[in-house]
């Protein structure tokens, strides 16, 4: 698996904290280094940012190239229990266990201070790492996430694909259910969502579910729709010093 | 090419007096040169121009001096034409500088030399067409050097040469056309290519002109500015000198009427010391006088017994026994009666100590400025000899305007050469006229004095006092009902106590208040006097001042009638009651459509933060605008104001961000019960957070070109609690 770091002149005397990247689809591990224009703040915050691929690849395993929305470069951040997935295929045990672990044990980190955040399907991803490991992370942010994806044709196709046709096994991955049930920490999450943004338009984000999920159980979210603004880097790139400026606040508190 | 005047050049034409001269080195030659790598050619252009004026013959003197004459008027007029921001000060300052402009007179060069003169009568507007450096030189004599340095050079006399003399290395006509950034010198397009100015950049000339004026005009502007700035200076300067002198002059009238009284008050003790001594000799003298008496009355009598005993030692018998007895007698009695061999009074006097307490009191007192708001230290003195019992002071208050209402008169006695008056109005004129009283009745009154009487104290307005972290703005009310002088503020800082605490001071303030600079995160405590020709008051009531955050009140004139605040200026309310739906007539000062409030905030740049306590149900509006929004309209609904607002319905909260009534679409999941606001004039930015949860909610950029006000508003009845003085939490910190 590849992964890419970005260590801040900070790093170089001192432990920083770690700002975790999960992508989307299709992306690999350099999509966001080189396109969202994160250097500056990351610098400025002293944050070390680190962006893993978004699938294991090369598995050989058949289909796994067939379509762009499954299998490679469509990990989904779960850990598939269906064959012939369920070797290689564990992407939220290596997010949230293998990687962490490895990122301490190698690089300037600080092990207690972590935040996740992620763009689409990698929105998807720091959302339920988040909601499920109350206290591991001092904040999560997304832009455009897939909020509720046993709702929507992307996430009815992996989930299907990775974890079988039980879709109660479906809703320990699905952000807006695990809101529901989140008993933990205070979390304050921020997203943001083009307005012009095709999959929105399309039904595969959802993100008023979520929202309607954390009002409910006051979770704290500032949700913000970006007018004009589509599902690409150039729409990351604009608003990802505020996001980096709320993890800082967390992390660097 | 020596500057030489005009005479030297054995010209026949006498120069004139008026006429300046501007030697071509005014500035250094090496600059010249750098500038101008084409001397020659401006020397063969400035000579034949020359030579066109010379061969007019007759009237050249008056041609010359008509010609530096519109020079400097076109120098003027070219150099400084669109300049309009610079006042004559500028024109002056200059002027001489662009006469000895070392730009050369291109423009010339251009015209048909014969018609040169008249071309530059045409002034500015023909110049500017031109668009060429800036016209004009110097004088007579640089033309004269010029044509001296031509001859020199090319060795022919200029006379034999009409007016078309151009030599033939000069065949092209442009002059520099284009500009040579890395040189910064103006250069002939086809030079580019040349090697010096191959790899350099070069710009059209018109460009660097433009670049060039540009830039002097910034400086100019600044300049200006400057000089406005050392103006206002020099203008308090000179208050400040006026007020020196005057705090001189009280000084040492106060020390001589003190240093007076102390020299008299000696005076009277040694006087009565004198006294007392010459009284305690005579006592003495007296006494032993009178031992010296009763010691020589004892001595006759002792001489008399012995004679009448010796005599009696030759009587007969019978005799002597007779007058022994008696004697016997007598002088048993006479010896009994003791003698008082003792001195009655002693030759040595006894160490008096002197009270000179008073006079201690005195010399202490010496500093002490006399006149108070109610009181006045009068003295006088006597220029003559003679005896005097009591002087008569009277006194009453100066008549401003009619005589009519006479003012009551007072009078006091007094023994002294000087009276303390008491009971009197402060802020107030009186004069001041002595009699001194004897036997024979009273002197002619002396001249009136006219003394005033210092002010009384101001009192500071607490409740308006509006401060941040650097700052102070404290108002009051002069405390007097006759305008004072002017007022001086002063503050200690709190934590350190009068011993060593400094007390800073603001002097000579004009009017009733004050923007005092601070240091961050301090308590101080701020007291204010009022100050006329009699002195300053004594001090205000102090007034606290923390340095934490911003501090401001709800302003009651700007609140929409259907709001009430409170006594505090914290808290707005609006109650439920049944409002008539009639539109209020629109207001300048208090808002008639938007329930809304303003907040005094202090005028002073930097952070602010506040915080505003709404319940969750409550309909709000809560942001900032400027003191001159229509408050005809709502929060947010101009380009005035920002808000935050929050309505509630249907169980749904609905939150939006308004400035020129428009909103970015934002969802908040959980209501904030106390809303943060941070304006930060230095970013422009305005930023609203939730404070329990620290999370940062939304933040606008805004053009603060002026101050602006904390405004709150409610659309449904409830209240809403401001709290400031509140130091800006961390998580704010990252906005």
Redesign the interface.
């Known amino acids: 698996m590849k992964f890419a770091v970005y260590l801040p002149p900070k790093a170089e005397t001192g432990k920083c904290p770690a700002l975790y990247w999960l992508s989307g689809l299709t992306c690999t591990e350099q999509n966001f280094i080189s396109k969202s224009g994160y250097h500056q703040s990351a610098s400025e915050h002293g944050l070390v940012v680190i962006a893993p691929d978004t699938s294991p690849r090369g598995c050989n395993i058949k289909g796994e190239d067939e379509s762009w929305d499954f299998g490679t470069g469509a990990g989904f951040y779960v850990d598939a229990t269906e064959d012939p997935w369920k070797t290689n295929y564990r992407m939220y045990s290596y997010v949230t266990e293998e990687l962490p672990q490895l990122i301490n044990a190698n690089f300037p980190v600080d092990p207690q201070r972590m935040s996740i955040f992620g763009h689409s399907m990698g929105g998807h991803g720091a959302l339920i790492c988040a909601l499920k490991n109350p206290g591991k992370y001092k904040s999560v942010s997304a832009f455009a996430p897939i909020c509720n994806p046993v709702l929507c044709p992307w996430g009815k196709k992996a989930f299907s694909g990775y974890l079988g046709t039980d879709q109660s096994k479906w809703k320990a991955y699905d952000a807006t259910h695990l809101v529901k049930s989140y008993p933990g920490s205070?979390l304050?999450i921020l997203i943001d969502q083009g307005?012009d943004d095709q999959f929105l338009l399309d039904g595969q984000l959802l993100p008023d579910n979520f929202?309607a999920a954390?009002?409910e159980k006051?979770?704290?979210?500032?949700?913000?729709?970006?007018?004009g603004y589509d599902h690409s880097y150039y729409f990351i790139a604009t608003f990802i010093t505020d996001h980096i400026?709320?993890h800082?606040?967390y992390l660097n508190? | 090419m020596e500057e030489e005047s005009g005479e030297e050049l054995g010209l026949d034409r006498s120069t004139p007096k008026d006429f300046h001269f501007y030697h071509m080195d005014l500035y250094d030659s090496e600059d010249r040169l750098h500038l101008f790598p084409e001397e020659n050619t401006r020397m063969r252009k400035v000579v034949q121009a020359e030579m066109a004026n010379e061969s007019r013959g007759a009237g050249d003197g008056k041609a010359q001096r008509d010609l530096q004459e519109e020079v400097d008027e076109l120098v003027h007029l070219y150099g400084l034409e669109d300049d309009h921001e610079l006042g004559d000060e500028f024109v002056d300052e200059n002027i001489p500088r662009t006469g000895v402009s070392e730009y050369p007179p291109y423009m010339m060069k251009r015209r048909d030399p014969a018609r040169e003169q008249r071309d530059w009568r045409l002034s500015g507007e023909a110049a500017e067409a031109e668009d060429l450096g800036f016209g004009g030189w110097g004088s007579a004599g640089q033309c004269q050097d010029l044509r001296e340095a031509y001859r020199y050079t090319h060795g022919r006399a200029s006379e034999e040469y009409e007016c078309y003399v151009i030599p033939e290395e000069e065949d092209e006509e442009e002059a520099a056309d284009v500009f040579c950034v890395t040189c910064k010198t103006p250069i002939r397009a086809f030079q580019k290519v040349f090697d010096e100015h191959k790899e350099h950049e070069v710009i059209p000339l018109n460009e660097a002109l433009e670049s060039a004026k540009d830039e002097i005009h910034k400086n100019m502007y600044k300049l200006e500015k400057q000089i406005i700035e050392m103006e206002n200076f020099a203008n308090h300067l000179e208050e400040v000198f006026i007020t020196v002198e005057e705090n001189f002059g009280k000084q040492e009238q106060n020390f001589e009427s003190h240093y007076n009284e102390i020299l008299e008050t000696l005076a009277q003790k040694y006087e009565e010391k004198i006294q007392a001594l010459g009284e305690k000799k005579k006592e003495k003298l007296e006494a032993l006088y009178g031992q010296l008496v009763s010691c020589g009355e004892n001595l006759d009598t002792c001489k008399e017994l012995m004679e009448t005993i010796e005599e009696m030692c030759h009587e007969e018998k019978v005799d002597f026994i007779k007058d022994a007895v008696a004697m016997a007698d007598r002088l048993g009695k006479f010896l009994k009666t003791k003698t008082d061999v003792e001195i009655s009074a002693q030759p040595e006097f006894e160490d008096q100590t002197l009270d000179f307490s008073d006079v201690e009191q005195l010399m202490g007192s010496i500093n002490t400025i006399p006149a108070t708001g109610s009181s006045v230290r009068v003295c006088w003195s006597l220029y003559s000899d003679d005896t005097v019992e009591s002087y008569q002071l009277s006194y009453r208050p100066v008549q401003d305007s009619s005589p009519g209402t006479d003012q009551a008169e007072f009078t006091v006695t007094v023994k002294e050469t000087y009276c303390s008056v008491t009971n009197l109005v402060p802020n107030t004129q009186y004069e001041f006229w002595v009699t001194a009283h004897n036997r024979a009745g009273p002197s002619p009154s002396s001249e009136r004095a006219v003394y005033m009487t210092a002010p009384s104290p101001p009192i500071i307005k607490t409740k308006e006092i509006r401060s941040c972290e650097e700052a102070v703005l404290i108002c009051w009310e002069s405390g007097n009902l006759n305008p004072v002088d002017s007022y001086t503020v002063e503050l200690t800082q709190a934590e350190s106590p009068e011993a060593s605490g400094v007390t800073e001071s603001v002097v000579g303030i004009p009017t009733c208040e004050s923007v005092v600079q601070l240091q961050p995160g301090r308590s101080y405590i701020i007291y204010v006097r009022a100050l006329n020709m009699g002195g300053p008051s004594v001090r205000s009531e102090p007034a606290t001042v923390h340095t934490i955050g911003s501090y401001f009140r709800l302003n009651k004139d700007t609140c929409h009638p259907w709001l009430t605040i409170s006594e505090d200026g914290l808290t707005a309310v609006r109650s439920e009651r049944r409002t008539p739906a009639r539109e209020l007539s629109p207001s300048d000062t208090h808002f008639t459509r938007c329930v809304a409030v303003m907040g005094n905030l202090i005028p002073v740049r930097g952070h602010h933060y506040w915080e505003v306590e709404v319940d969750e149900h409550l309909d709000y509006r809560v942001g900032v605008a400027f003191a001159d929004v229509r408050k005809q309209e709502d929060l947010g609904a101009n380009c005035l104001s920002w808000c935050m607002r929050h309505t509630f319905a249907s169980s749904r909260h609905k939150y939006e961000f308004l400035h020129n009534r428009t909103t970015p679409d934002i969802r908040i999941t959980v209501p904030p019960k106390k809303i943060g606001i941070l304006l930060d004039y230095e970013h422009s930015k305005l930023s609203f957070f939730n404070v329990d949860l620290s999370q940062h909610l939304y933040t606008f950029s805004c053009q603060l070109h002026e101050f602006v006000h904390p405004c709150f508003s409610l659309e449904k009845p409830g209240c809403l609690k401001v709290h400031n003085g509140i130091s800006m939490p961390k998580h704010v910190t990252f906005y």
């Open positions: 205070q304050d307005k929202i954390c009002t006051k979770i704290p979210v500032v949700f913000r729709l970006q007018e400026r709320h800082a606040k508190a």
